[in-house]
C-alpha cells in the first residue's frame, strides 16, 4: 500500500465518485440504445461484453469492453491527478465495487474482467499489459472469456511483484479475489467439465452462416437463429445430429461469461 497522505475526507470522495463511475452500465446503455433488447434477458443476463456479444452485435460488443475499461481506468487517472496514489488506489478498488454491485441494478452486475484491466492499465501500465496479454492468450487457447479472466486476475500478483510494483500488491490480491468471487458459477462449472454461460448454453457464432447460434447442454438441442438485423428474434429448436447443420463445414467460438 502507498503512504496515505490524504485526509479521510478527500479519499471518501473519490471512493463514492469511483464506485458511481464504475456502477454506470454500459452494456445495457448500448444494447438498449442501439435496439438489442434487453441485455438482462439475454443469455446469461449478464452487463458484461461477453454477453452483449449474444445479441450478435459486435459493434456493441467491442464498445461495451471499452468503455467498462475506460470506466475504471479513468476513475484511477482522475484520482491520481487530483488527490495522489492512494486515492488512486482506493479509486480502483471502488470502481470494480460499482460495476460488479451497481446500485442502479439491484447490485447485481458484471463480472468485473474488463474494468479490472482498465484499473491495471491506470495504475500500474506495463502490469495492465502483461494481464491483457494473460487475458488474450488464455481466451485464445480455451475459447472461453471467463478462464481468461481468471487467468489474468491470478497472474496479476505476479506481474506486481516482477514488475516492480508492490506497492499495489495489497489491491492486486484484493482485485483478484473480488474476480475470483463474481466468476465462482463459472470455476463450479469449469471443475464439473461443463462450458457454457449461467444458463448452461454454448454461444456459437458461424463465420460464414451469420448470427450466433446456442446449444443446449441439457436437451442437446441446437436453436435456430436467436439474433438478425438488430432485433430479437427466437428460432426453432433443431436436433444436433441434423445433417443440414452448417457447423460441421464451418468455423465456430465458444463463450463462456
Known amino acids: 500500500m502507498p503512504l496515505i497522505d490524504s ?29 438489442l433488447g434487453d441485455l438482462r434477458s439475454i443469455g446469461s443476463g449478464n452487463i458484461g461484453a461477453t454477453n452483449v456479444l449474444r445479441t450478435g452485435s459486435k459493434k456493441a460488443a467491442a464498445l461495451t469492453l471499452i468503455l467498462d475499461g475506460g470506466k475504471g481506468a479513468v ?9 495522489g496514489e ?5 479509486t480502483a478498488l471502488a ?15 458484471g463480472k468485473g474482467v474488463a474494468t479490472f484491466l482498465g484499473v491495471l492499465l491506470a495504475l500500474a501500465w506495463p502490469v495492465g499489459l502483461a494481464c491483457c496479454l494473460a487475458w488474450l492468450i488464455a481466451m485464445a487457447v480455451t475459447r472461453t472469456s471467463s ?9 496479476s500478483t505476479f506481474f506486481m511483484i516482477f514488475l516492480g510494483y ?19 458459477e463459472n470455476i463450479k462449472r469449469i471443475r464439473a467439465g461443463i462450458s457454457g454461460n449461467s444458463d448452461d448454453t454454448i454461444l456459437r457464432r458461424y463465420s460464414t452462416f451469420g448470427p450466433p447460434q446456442s ?7 441446437q436453436s435456430g437463429p436467436m439474433f438478425g438485423d438488430g432485433a430479437t428474434r427466437m428460432g426453432s429448436l433443431v436436433p444436433l445430429n441434423n445433417t443440414s447443420d452448417p457447423l460441421k463445414s464451418s468455423r465456430f467460438s465458444i463463450f463462456q461469461d
Request: hydrophobic share 65%; with cysteine; net charge positive.
Open 7 to 35: 485526509s479521510l475526507f478527500v479519499l471518501l470522495f473519490w471512493a463514492v465518485a469511483a464506485y458511481l463511475i464504475g456502477s454506470v452500465p454500459f452494456g445495457m446503455v448500448l444494447t438498449r440504445a442501439m435496439n
Open 75 to 83: 476513475a484511477v487517472l482522475l484520482a491520481r491527478l487530483f488527490a
Open 86 to 90: 492512494d486515492a488512486a488506489q482506493i
Open 95 to 109: 470502481a470494480m465495487l460499482g460495476h460488479c454491485y451497481p446500485v442502479w441494478l439491484g447490485f447485481k452486475g
Open 147 to 155: 478462464i481468461g479472466g481468471l487467468a489474468s486476475a491470478a497472474a
Open 166 to 184: 508492490g506497492s499495489a500488491l495489497f489491491l492486486g490480491i484484493l482485485l483478484t479475489l473480488l474476480v475470483f468471487w463474481r466468476h465462482r
Open 215 to 221: 446449444l443446449d447442454i441439457q436437451t442437446g438441442l
